[in-house]
Nanobody
Framework: QVQVVESGGGLVQAGGSLRLSCAAS????????MRWYRQVPGNQRELVAGITRAGSTNYADSVKGRFTISRDNAKNTVYLQMNSLKPEDTAVYYCNADILLWGHIYSKTYWGQGTQVTVSS
């Protein structure tokens, strides 16, 4: 019923930039919060940034001033612009979204499959 698909990951040198995209599709009535997480093997998944439907944002301290989260509500898409990348930003990046489907009363959180970001020193 719902697909959440990330794209835009890859290999970049330290100091470089990448832009991740995450698009939700399906029988979607509305999307509330959208977030980016990242995970390194052996570590817990950590919240990188979040954005409400109205556009309020929050960031992990480690990415403040370097990453920017934004969204296009008409396209059901959230973006993560990552600048001044560091080797410690290397991880699999996941997005999730709180999605209300048509015919449902409550929203549910859906996750994407992840996209690899590798920053070389």
């Amino acid at each position: 019923q719902v697909q959440v698909v990330e794209s835009g990951g890859g290999l970049v040198q330290a100091g470089g930039s990448l832009r991740l995209s995450c698009a939700a599709s399906g029988s979607i009535q509305d999307i509330n919060g959208m977030r980016w997480y990242r995970q390194v093997p052996g570590n817990q998944r950590e919240l990188v940034a979040g954005i409400t439907r109205a556009g309020s944002t929050n960031y992990a301290d480690s990415v403040k001033g370097r990453f920017t989260i934004s969204r296009d509500n008409a396209k059901n898409t959230v973006y993560l612009q990552m600048n001044s990348l560091k080797p410690e930003d290397t991880a699999v990046y996941y997005c999730n979204a709180d999605i209300l489907l048509w015919g449902h009363i409550y929203s549910k959180t859906y996750w994407g499959q992840g996209t690899q970001v590798t920053v070389s020193s």
